[in-house]
């Protein structure tokens, strides 16, 4: 429907703020459980999946990371299986290239047999390599003694996924109103910068402006965004240098994964991403977009955490601001790989920005999806990797948080 042709007193059954591939697949579970309701999402850019949900890697990750008792191991691993499935029935390329994991020293040996042990218990499929094994599918892998080989990481086009669930959302009956920023709350629903709409149930999946939302909600009492831009750099190597995805042994005391080699849904390679902290929610290039109170509020926060974090931000900070350097990437993916040349390595492209959620009563960051809610209203706070992945079983699961509501 144009939205011009909208009318703003209409009153929506179930209103969803934000347009990425979240906010998306929520809309589209509801009109699936519920035909005849009501349901409009509303989404600030011109079109969905501007922001973080187009911007991300495009990988599909197995779900061998994370916990046995977190939202993301429940999720990820049927929810490769979901997105694989959809981009089928849309005719979205997937590159079934897996992911090798690798160890770069022998203090990494046992949090790779760690991610062994997540990835039997998730009933995720994973093997547990010899070197050679590793050399033998990614001849340019290097590693210490072991790697892990995971067969059903996959990538696709962010960009192409996201066109084709709003096309979907659209021919479904769902409203999308794009150019419409949410502004505040009303006794009716929400105020935007197109004028009021009224909903019976709000659902918030704004990304980096959820914790926004949600305080306007009296919700995200002790959470805030601290957002993290995430940069990659391309090879001009051609496609099929690399057989499939080289990750490293992440460190398991944050949520990122470190700097690795990604395979694009066209066999292209880049590496990265980098976790550097960002200074407004939506630093993406220069000055463009800039909030000076974003930038005071975030900017104190980071310098509370510089002197005082469980997590040692002022390390973390320091090593991911060494990333602006192309020839630091470049350094780092050198321990993963063999024949990396530096001069493969001059394209930048563009920034996403990571709206991870920080814990202020303990001053952490949360690791897993982290969902709140009211009678009215349900607000995702947290959902970034492998939420993309995960999206169509979440998408599921907040839906029935919201109809237990309704």
């Known amino acids: 429907m144009n939205s011009c042709l909208f009318s703003w007193m209409h009153m929506s059954d179930f209103l969803i703020i934000g347009g990425g591939v979240i906010g998306l697949s929520i809309a589209r579970e509801i009109k699936r459980r519920r035909s005849n309701a009501v349901v409009t999402l509303i989404e600030k850019e011109a079109d969905c999946g501007q922001h973080a949900s187009g911007r991300n890697s495009g990988v599909l990750h197995a779900g061998f990371y994370y916990s046995a008792n977190s939202l993301k191991a429940r999720f990820c691993k049927e929810g490769n299986r979901a997105m694989q499935d959809y981009c089928n029935a849309r005719n979205i390329p997937i590159n079934r290239c897996g992911k090798l994991v690798v160890a770069t020293k022998e203090s990494e040996i046992e949090s790779l047999h760690e991610l062994y042990r997540r990835g039997q218990t998730n009933g995720v499929p994973l093997t547990l390599l010899s070197a050679k094994e590793a050399q033998e599918i990614e001849p340019r892998a290097k590693t210490l003694s072991h790697a892990l080989y ?20 659209k021919n479904e009956g769902i409203t999308l109103l794009t150019h419409t920023a949410y502004r505040g709350r009303t006794s009716e629903g929400i105020l935007t910068t197109r004028g009021p709409l009224s909903a019976h149930f709000v659902i918030n999946a704004a990304g980096l402006y959820a914790d926004r939302i949600a305080l306007d909600f009296g919700l995200s009492q002790n959470y805030r965004i601290l957002p993290f831009k995430g940069l990659y750099l391309y090879s001009s190597e051609p496609p099929g240098s690399l057989r499939t995805h080289i990750y490293p042994v992440p460190d398991l005391k944050y949520p990122f994964l470190g700097v690795h080699f990604t395979l694009t849904d066209q066999g292209a390679i880049k590496i990265g991403p980098t976790a550097i902290p960002a200074l407004w929610r939506e630093q993406y290039k220069g000055f463009s977009r800039f909030s000076a109170p974003e930038f005071l509020e975030i900017a104190l926060r980071q310098t509370r955490l510089l002197f005082s974090s469980p997590f040692d931000f002022k390390k973390l900070a320091f090593h991911e601001l060494q990333k602006y350097l192309g020839s630091k990437m470049v350094a780092l993916a050198q321990n993963l790989a063999i024949n990396v040349d530096p001069a493969h390595y001059r394209t930048w492209g563009k920034s996403g920005i990571r709206a991870q959620l920080l814990n202020t009563k303990t001053s952490t960051l949360e690791n897993d999806f982290v969902i709140e809610k009211d009678s009215r209203s349900l607000h995702i706070l947290n959902a970034v990797s492998p939420a993309f992945t995960a999206s169509l079983p979440f998408a599921r699961f907040a839906t029935t948080q919201v109809l237990i509501e309704k």
């Open 150 to 169: 995971s067969p059903t990481t996959a990538s696709v086009n962010p960009a192409l996924v996201l066109r084709a669930m709003a096309e979907d959302a």
